[in-house]
């Protein structure tokens, strides 16, 4: 259960990309300069949005940053999955 959720799932396509450049902004200007040093004004500019469209799906930055760590986690879960998928013991892993 997510403790901060998204104010609105996208339905239409624009919508899903809309929320995507909004997410991807967020990861380029965070991965620069750090989550503390970044504003949500910041991130809807980046992503060519006006802010109150960030606001429309992330109640806050902190929504956006769970977004940002759950796809994180998600892409080590899958990368993990492909390294233990069909192995029988520990001594089967690869070096």
Not at 46 to 62: E, G, L, M
């Amino acid at each position: 259960m997510s403790v901060v959720q998204a104010r609105r799932t996208p339905q239409q396509r624009r919508s899903r990309e809309r929320v995507e450049a909004i997410v991807e902004a967020a990861r380029g200007l965070i991965g620069v300069r750090g989550n503390d040093a970044v504003s949500v004004r910041e991130i809807a500019t980046r992503a060519r949005v006006p802010v109150s469209s960030v606001y429309q799906y992330f109640p806050d930055k902190t929504a956006i940053l769970r977004t940002l760590m759950e796809r994180y986690l998600l892409t080590i879960r899958e990368r993990l999955f492909r390294v233990f998928v069909g192995l029988a013991s520990p001594a089967d892993l690869p070096a």
